[in-house]
């Protein structure tokens, strides 16, 4: 085989990987506009929002990445279990406890002065902290007693949701008239404005930044290693003399850290406080669809989490200009989704029958 | 004439799996199909089970001139086939397994008494003796392959096509089941046995067509030909089917085992008392029928399985329990049974496949050196001949001799005191065999331990300089490699003989 084909044979790979979502990603608006016209309703008219709620001036598309921003770390959480063979669907609990953590370094730590600016940053490890171990739990059950990590990780989601709502009742905010924590300190915010008339935020370089880094660990060190190992060859890997227990406990962690960071920029980016809740914000159950969507890359991900930001922006716009329901945002997401699954369905089912063909060749 | 296949060709991509084959097959013969893994054989049983499309060529059935749409449809026309690879429910019995698809039923409810009496009559009927109503999973691989031929015989099936049939039978199975096919063809069915044994077709068969890479070489009467004649036709060239080896020079003991007992999967006594040592310099052989103790055998000393009693020494250092990591770097090699479970990532690449079990040392704080990773797979696809040498490519897209020589390469070019090699050559062609033999002996010749556990008898009383026999669990006997004949090994694998 010739040299220079190495180079087409990795270009034509980069654009198979991505051929596939982007096809579904048209398809599934091609499926929503369908159901625009169905309904009666001008699909020019809903495009044209679209494109307008999700970029039609600067501060909109910094809206646009300010939905996107959350996304893109859920999304890498999820994608990192995942590549250890692991479902982490407690991105919600971990998520919320995180923002806990950050409540609790973000309002009643005070940097002494001429130390403010490690404020944001112990605010955001302690989110992360907080989540990694939230994380961990599963990790550390599923390692040494096998338990499900579906099951605890559902699990722990309620306990997360319930025991963030009793701490934010009897211990973080002043009175029952408040339907949120104290404020954190101006000290552990992160900063708006990187697009002006746009809350578009710092956060944004760092969910850039734990794109990199999950993809530098997961394919440059050795641990990444033993972790993909893990995740699609368990036998393989203990036979190599990886701890499949150490692997698994570390990925649900660096997973959790991951849902831990989209809690803590959340909260020292947007909100500033812990809002009552009394449901899940979804960002968790989000990520499972840009973790997929994303084909479990990084930068994958990142794309996916954009793609998820702008429907998710585009949604109310729709609403008021083209009187488009918010339904219609949801049936495109979940065709997204779906012709993204289905695809990864048909790759199943032609590698099954490669498969078959060389066995019985 | 029975069937007549014409100038099948069928093209996988760029790949020509069979190129114009032209086979006939008589009513009421043995008819063997030989060739090496990945020559076109299966390919072409499957295109005449309706498996495949054939691009070109005709299919003559009884003189009629067919074209085999889909399984079913060749089992509408008479023809049957026996996977390599059991399609079983294990949790069926034996007789609905057997009916399975033609279920014999009264209002919709399966009538289990019919379909068992109707078991037992076409067992009887073949001397293919089964109980009906034991389920399969409960039951020998033996025993699950007449499962599998009273499926194709319960049918209707006239030509029964079996698929690498001896590749997990004992010795003792493989005689019953020739008396079975003789059986069969004495009540007119007529057999094509896939196979890539020499042995087998001298035995088995009265005619043979050689297959070699994709094209037909010679059909040929069994009777009257040896097997190197056939090997050379496989092959395309002389092959030693024996390798050459000067006696054993053993030294000191590498691999001490005392008093070792373990457990199974599910908590049954798997190893009693096993107690043996490998020296260095000299191949020890572990005979048995699969599942007397072996795979427990070789976890406990890889560290795959704790035991729960004895000892295991290597070089004098206690390594009863250890990690898989202690073992691996206290200098032990493992080649495992299972390639594509146990010895590879099939989603890794060759590189990154090279360096599992020793990547720590492909580390710097933390970071993998890719290059070096891909230096060592470069010089392992040179010395161990791996194809295509690419060390990019994915361990899932070699074939298995090629899967197997990354391991084979990698677990030598570790340079171990002890090699535990077990079922190094399970599915391999002839020449890879040849290879890997040969790397074997080589390594004893440098001075290894080696611990060759297969079921294979032939590759034990090849490479072995001693043998161990092993039988519910035991060593029950040890022979001289030079003293051991495939009879004398047979009884003593079935529990017969002086140590049971």
């Given at each position: 085989m010739p040299k220079e084909s190495r180079f087409v044979e990795s270009l034509k790979g980069g654009l198979r990987a991505i051929s596939t979502p982007v096809l579904a990603t048209i398809v599934g608006l091609l499926v929503g506009m369908v159901c625009i016209v169905v309904a009666g309703k001008d699909p020019v008219k809903a495009a044209e929002a679209f494109v307008r709620a999700v970029a039609g001036e600067p501060r909109m598309f910094g809206e646009t990445l300010v939905s996107t921003i959350p996304l893109i770390f859920t999304g890498l959480a999820v994608a990192f279990a995942y590549r250890c063979g692991l479902f982490n669907i407690g991105v919600e609990g971990q998520y919320l406890m995180a923002q806990i953590a950050a409540v609790l370094v973000g309002v009643y730590w005070t940097p002494p002065a001429g130390l403010t600016w490690l404020h944001p940053l112990l605010t955001l490890a302690a989110a992360a902290l907080a989540g990694a171990l939230w994380a961990g739990i599963v990790g550390v059950l599923k390692a040494y007693r096998g338990i499900h990590e579906v099951i605890n990780s559902i699990m722990l989601n309620y306990v997360g949701l319930f025991m963030a709502d009793w701490l934010l009742k009897y211990?973080?905010?002043?009175?029952?008239?408040?339907?949120?924590?104290y404020d954190l300190q101006e000290s552990a915010w992160l900063s708006q404005g990187l697009i002006e008339g746009s809350r578009l935020h710092t956060g944004l370089w760092i969910a850039l930044g734990a794109a990199v880094v999950v993809w530098f660990i997961l394919f440059k060190t050795t641990l990444g290693y033993e972790i993909r190992a893990v995740g699609t060859s368990p036998g393989a890997a203990e036979y190599g003399g990886i701890s499949v227990a150490r692997s698994i406990i570390l990925a649900m962690a660096i997973s959790g850290a991951l849902s831990g960071l989209a809690g803590g920029v959340q909260t020292m980016a947007i909100n500033h406080r812990f809002n009552e809740t009394?449901?899940?914000?979804?960002y968790g159950f989000d990520g499972i669809a840009v973790a997929l969507v994303g084909r479990l890359h990084p930068a994958g991900v990142v794309l996916a989490a954009l793609l998820f930001g702008a429907l998710d922006r585009s949604g109310p716009m729709m609403q008021a200009m083209a009187d488009v329901p918010k339904a219609v945002i949801w049936i495109v997401q979940g065709s997204v989704i779906f012709f993204v699954a289905a695809e990864g369905l048909w790759d199943f089912l032609k590698k099954r029958r490669a498969k078959k063909e060389v066995k019985t060749a | 004439m029975l069937l007549k296949l014409e100038g099948m060709t069928k093209r996988f991509g760029s790949l020509v799996a069979n190129d114009h084959i032209d086979l006939e097959i008589r009513k009421g013969e043995i008819h063997a199909l030989l060739g090496e893994n990945g020559a076109g054989k299966s390919t072409l049983m499957n295109i005449l089970y309706g498996l495949y499309t054939p691009d070109e060529g005709r299919i003559v059935w009884k003189g009629q001139e067919v074209k085999i749409r889909d399984p079913r449809h060749a089992i509408d026309l008479g023809i049957g086939m026996v996977h390599q690879h059991f399609m079983l429910v294990p949790v069926f019995t034996v007789a609905e397994n057997i009916i399975l698809g033609k279920e014999t039923a009264r209002n919709h409810i399966l009538d289990v008494k019919a379909a068992n009496q109707q078991v037992r009559e076409i067992s009887q009927r073949f001397g293919l003796e089964v109980n009906p109503e034991v389920r399969v999973e409960s039951i020998s691989v033996g025993q699950q392959q007449r499962v599998e031929i009273l499926k194709a015989l319960y049918r209707g099936a006239e030509l029964l096509i079996l698929d690498e049939p001896t590749a997990v039978l004992t010795p003792q199975e493989v005689e019953e089941l020739g008396k079975i096919m003789k059986r069969l063809v004495a009540e007119g069915h007529t057999i094509i046995i896939i196979t890539h044994k020499l042995k087998e077709v001298l035995h088995l068969a009265d005619r043979v067509t050689v297959i070699r890479r994709g094209k037909m070489i010679a059909t040929l009467?069994?009777?009257?030909?040896t097997e190197d004649e056939l090997a050379q036709l496989m092959v395309g060239r002389d092959v030693e089917l024996k390798v050459e080896k000067t006696p054993a020079e053993p030294k000191d003991a590498v691999l001490e085992v005392e008093h070792l007992t373990a457990t199974n999967d599910s908590g049954v006594q798997a190893l009693r008392d096993v107690s043996f040592h490998v020296r260095a310099g000299e191949i020890v052989g572990i005979a048995g029928v699969d599942g007397n103790g072996q795979s427990e055998l070789v976890a406990c000393l890889t560290g795959l399985r704790k035991p729960t009693g004895g000892t295991v020494r290597v070089r004098g250092v206690d390594l009863t329990g250890q990690t898989p990591r202690r073992i691996r770097e206290a200098g032990v090699g493992h080649i495992p049974e299972d390639r594509q479970r146990r010895g590879l990532v099939l989603n890794f690449s060759v590189a990154e496949n090279v360096a599992l079990g020793d990547h720590r040392a492909f580390t710097s704080r933390g970071v993998l050196s890719f290059g070096k990773m891909v230096d060592l797979a470069n010089r392992i696809i040179k010395n161990f001949d791996v194809r295509p040498p690419r060390p990019d490519y994915l361990a899932r897209s070699l074939s298995g001799g090629n899967q197997q020589k990354v391991i084979v390469g990698r677990e030598i070019t570790r340079n171990p005191n002890l090699m535990i090699a077990v079922q190094p050559t399970r599915g391999l062609d002839v020449g890879a065999i040849e290879f890997i033999h040969r790397n074997l002996v080589a390594e004893r010749d440098a001075g290894k331990a080696v611990l060759l556990v297969s079921l294979e008898l032939d590759e034990i009383m090849n490479l072995a300089d001693r043998i161990l026999v092993m039988y519910k669990g035991q060593v029950v006997a040890e022979v001289a490699g030079h003293e051991a004949t495939e009879d004398n090994l047979g009884l003593l694998m079935m529990g017969g003989g002086a140590g049971a």
């Open positions: 211990y973080l905010r002043p009175d029952n008239s408040r339907a949120a924590s009394s449901s899940f914000v979804n | 009467d069994a009777a009257g030909h």
